[in-house]
């Protein structure tokens, strides 16, 4: 089928631009956005023939014969994660059109409900596997799909238009907590790299995850704060607690110092690393101040092991013993510490305080040192807090009043 070569060809192309055109609007993505109007169609032509239904992957496509579901994957992905992160012509695309946000939606839940690792085809190539694809794609188109637009003048359809593209606000919460947690045991199977430079293929692999959580997180944040529907379905399914679990996870990755090529390269440093853990921690606390009943958010959090994970972030250590560390960043870590201080007056955050301490009594802890000082003294801060919440809480009875203030949700 020429059509199929045709496209294939120019999916070949579009898997080594990134790597080698490291500029925005480059000539195979001017191309891609020039002829849309004559890929696109091909695009569906091959996912409505080709892939298996969105809901029910065991079904066998209807025209397995034309190709396999992993290059049927493949023409249907690629050329949409090039224009999404190559152009902003292709964010125009994915913002204003809802016929190609139904198309991403309905593919993002076809990859999200797929089972295992491997596709219908695939050739068994660790650059051309199923998890590669989905980091690079979906995480960042679906943040591209409901962002706001750079350009004022520009349509943005609303959020409501995705989320009923891709079956109501139960099939999004689900397929997004699904894709954030196989994205972190995949990213935390990543082998210890060789040489920890920006050639290896495992700090390569640490990059793409790190940049799906981040995008992921950010997807997150943006659906739960402009949907009320989404944000009361995240919380119902243990969204706070899944983010804290992907944050506890990657930190001894992402925090990890190696040399200062690596350490300082515009992406694969330290603080781009580090975008993924404030992205989580943002998530985490604008689910709190959002939430009608805040208390049952931060009880969550404190549950999910948020204080442990905030501790694994002031000790972590670096790979070697260097003093010229880049920029700490941005301080969401330590806003979300206070944030959580704020609700220590609850009885039920009490409660959640205790089991945190009882948990940390029964582990045993070695000494080490405290890389990140900042954050070292705010956490001090707030631990004390929470054991003076503890003695209070033992010599007062509780305060009915006290359960208003965060809101009518609090019983």
């Not at 066998?60 to 579901?69: G, K, L, S, Y």
């Not at 292709?90 to 797929?114: C, E, K, Y």
């Not at 790299?193 to 920006?198: E, G, I």
Request: charged share 20%; hydrophobic share 40%.
């Amino acid at each position: 089928m020429r059509a199929k070569s045709s496209v294939m060809g120019l999916v070949k192309i579009c898997t080594v631009t990134p790597s080698t055109l490291n500029v925005k609007d480059d000539p195979v993505t001017k191309y891609i956005v020039r002829k849309w109007d004559e890929l696109y169609p091909w695009m569906r032509f091959f996912a409505r023939n080709c892939l298996p239904p969105p809901y029910d992957v065991s079904v066998t496509p209807p025209r397995p014969d034309i190709c396999n579901v992993f290059d049927a994957a493949k023409l249907c992905i690629t050329p949409l994660s090039l224009i999404c992160t190559q152009s902003e012509e292709g964010h125009h695309f994915l913002r204003s059109s809802i016929s190609v946000q139904h198309f991403i939606a309905q593919l993002w839940i076809l990859i999200g409900n797929l089972q295992g690792d491997v596709l219908q085809g695939d050739p068994g190539n660790l650059t051309d596997g199923l998890i590669s694809m989905l980091q690079a794609s979906f995480a960042v188109t679906n943040h591209v799909c409901i962002s706001e637009s750079e350009d004022p003048n520009k349509t943005t359809l609303p959020l409501s238009t995705y989320v009923q593209a891709a079956g109501g606000v139960k099939p999004v919460v689900f397929t997004l907590l699904r894709y954030i947690r196989r994205i972190t045991r995949d990213a935390a199977a990543i082998e210890e790299p060789r040489s920890w430079t920006t050639g290896d293929w495992s700090v390569k692999q640490l990059y793409l995850y790190t940049a799906g959580l981040h995008y992921s997180f950010e997807f997150l944040k943006i659906i739960s704060h402009q949907d009320v529907s989404c944000h009361a379905q995240l919380i119902h399914q243990g969204s706070i607690r899944t983010v804290v679990d992907a944050i506890a996870q990657m930190l001894p990755n992402i925090l990890v110092q190696a040399n200062k090529e690596l350490d300082f390269d515009p992406q694969l440093g330290l603080v781009g690393r580090q975008n993924i853990l404030w992205s989580g921690y943002s998530y985490v606390a604008s689910a709190i101040r959002d939430a009608d009943d805040g208390v049952t958010c931060v009880c969550q959090a404190i549950n999910a092991g948020i204080l442990q994970t905030l501790e694994k972030g002031v000790i972590c250590p670096p790979h070697i013993n260097r003093c010229d560390h880049p920029s700490r960043g941005r301080l969401g870590d330590i806003e979300l510490l206070f944030l959580l201080a704020t609700f220590f007056m609850y009885d039920r955050v009490v409660k959640s305080i205790g089991r945190h301490w009882s948990h940390i009594q029964s582990v045993p802890t070695e000494k080490r040192e405290i890389r990140d000082k900042g954050l070292g003294v705010a956490l001090e801060l707030v631990l004390i807090s929470t054991i003076d919440a503890m003695d209070h809480r033992s010599v007062e009875p509780i305060n009915f009043h006290e359960y208003r203030c965060s809101g009518s949700g609090v019983r």
